[in-house]
């Protein structure tokens, strides 16, 4: 029910079905086992899910690095199958390195994904040094079939190139964001793996699964704990939904693959806005591939539902007590970059009206979209129907609602900027440096004064459409004032 403008999320989804089914199909046609096919359709689903460079070039360079990473790490876990405690030492550490590895961007956050996704694939499948020969061959195709739907027959990006995402947080040493994220994510697979081999010696991988998954995409405590939770929801539904849809199936292969099929359609489809869909999209996945194997029944999806709980439950402990990164550091430092982003697109906008050929605020807005989505998810505890402090629970949703205003007359002004018969006014550049002066007394501590003092604007509204959105702009900008830099706590303190 989530808005999709331009069908985005539909193509992609469409394209992550025929991508994944074409991958699969020329793997099970080499005559391979089934174990090579299952590998080989992660493969492909994890270089369409994962690799997300800004540019068709870089995506080519990230999803042929991918074997590099990860025949390596197949071959590890394979030769340690009958080693366990080198086996989970081995593991550990493929944790560390995939999460430290996010500093260097989405093509590190890939290839780290991938790396722990091979190791994780040889648990799941018990696969031994003999059945190397097989995987490494599946994975080869795999990604070779997807690349050919992704990149040539049906190459969204190419006609609509994605804006590069938001460069991580930054910081040195443990004040950056992915090496405490790194520490965490070892102490939390660490735990689950201790606790999920003493639930179950055989199926214990599933726990380190949940806690990996749990740090994808966040960070900070308030994040990853709501993400625990949105994933347990989304597991028990999926559990619920296999048990009254995959369990009666025995396995059979045609039913089986369709329904594969719309899982991963629900994957893709689902996974920009709803992480509980997705889990449970995964989740009946994870049940028809445990059918195909022919090992699916209810005690096993039981098994997995407290797999997860004690994933999670390790994931929480790990952002509480190991270098946690608090809600209010990690929110503050997201605002403060849309913010800036802001007062950039308002000047490449004037900057365009006032007749310079090179000024261009469309990158700008498209990258303001993509701060503001990460500032959303930043803010997600703090707005959370289960957050009993409604004094920041209210503040957080003014603080999202004024920035949405200020996204809204950003993008009006940039569509009057595209106008080649929109005409300049002096009027412009005073305007601008008032956002400007409205920004800087906003992310510069000390300068509330100066952003109450910003609220006494004029109250008239321009007629020149171009005022007219920097007057709204100023307003919005003001009266952010209040609930980001009061004498009281801000909603992002003590989260």
């Known amino acids: ?123 799941f499948l018990h696969a031994v040094p003999a059945q190397l020969p097989h995987l490494y061959t599946a994975v080869i195709m795999s990604l070779a079939a997807a690349g050919t739907v992704r990149f040539g027959l049906w190459c969204i990006e190419r006609r609509t190139p994605p804006p590069a995402g938001p460069a991580p947080l930054a910081g040195r040493g443990l004040a950056r964001v992915t090496t405490r994220q790194a520490f965490q994510a070892a102490f939390a697979c660490g735990l689950a793996l201790a606790v999920g081999q003493m639930v179950s010696d055989e199926r214990w991988y599933w726990a380190v699964g949940t806690a990996w998954w749990i740090f994808v995409n966040t960070a900070s405590r308030g994040e990853t704990l709501v993400r625990g939770f949105r994933r347990v929801l989304g597991t028990m539904m999926g559990i619920v939904t296999g048990m009254v ?32 869909w997705m889990m449970f999209a995964v989740t009946v996945m994870a049940g028809l591939l445990y059918g195909l194997l022919g090992v699916l029944d209810a005690d096993l999806l039981t098994l997995r539902l407290a797999q997860t709980g004690v994933g999670a439950a390790g994931a929480a402990l790990a952002v509480l007590v190991v270098l946690p990164v608090t809600t209010h550091a990690s929110t503050d430092a997201w605002i403060q970059r849309a913010l800036r982003c802001v007062h950039a697109c308002a000047a490449e906008a004037a900057a365009r009206l006032a007749g310079s050929g090179t000024a261009d605020p469309a990158p700008r807005v498209a990258e303001l979209e993509l701060l503001l989505g990460r500032v959303r998810l930043s803010l997600a505890p703090l707005v959370h129907p289960l957050n009993p402090f409604r004094t920041r629970k209210e503040k957080a949703r003014r603080v999202l609602a004024l920035l949405d205003d200020c996204a809204r ?87």
């Open 1 to 123: 029910m989530a808005p999709d403008p331009g069908l985005g999320r539909l193509r992609v989804a469409v394209r992550a079905v025929l991508g994944v089914t074409f991958a699969v199909t020329v793997v099970q046609l080499s005559g391979l086992p089934l174990t090579a096919s299952i590998t080989g359709g992660l493969a492909a689903l994890l270089a369409l899910f994962t690799v997300a460079d800004p540019t068709v070039r870089r995506q080519v360079t990230t999803t042929a690095l991918l074997p590099v990473v990860g025949f390596p790490v197949l071959a590890l876990a394979a030769g340690l199958h009958g080693l366990p405690l080198v086996r989970d030492a081995a593991f550990l550490a493929v944790v560390f390195c995939g999460v430290y590895a996010r500093r260097w961007g989405p093509r590190g956050n890939a290839l780290g994904i991938f790396g722990f996704m091979m190791f994780f694939a040889t648990q």
């Open 245 to 276: 849809v995959a369990i009666p199936l025995h396995g059979a292969a045609a039913p089986t693959a369709l329904l594969v099929a719309l899982c991963v359609f629900g994957i893709f489809y689902t996974a920009a806005v709803s992480y509980t």
């Open 409 to 495: 007359e950003v993008r009006g002004l940039a569509s009057v900027a595209a106008d080649p018969e929109a005409s300049h006014d002096d009027r412009l550049a005073a305007a601008c440096w008032r956002v400007e002066a409205a920004v800087e007394a906003l992310t510069t501590p000390g300068k509330a004064r100066e952003a109450a003092a910003a609220s006494a604007a004029p109250e008239h509204l321009p007629a020149e459409p171009a005022l007219a959105h920097l007057h709204d702009l100023e307003r919005a900008l003001a009266e952010l004032a209040a609930p980001l830099r009061s004498s009281r706590p801000s909603p992002l303190v003590g989260a």
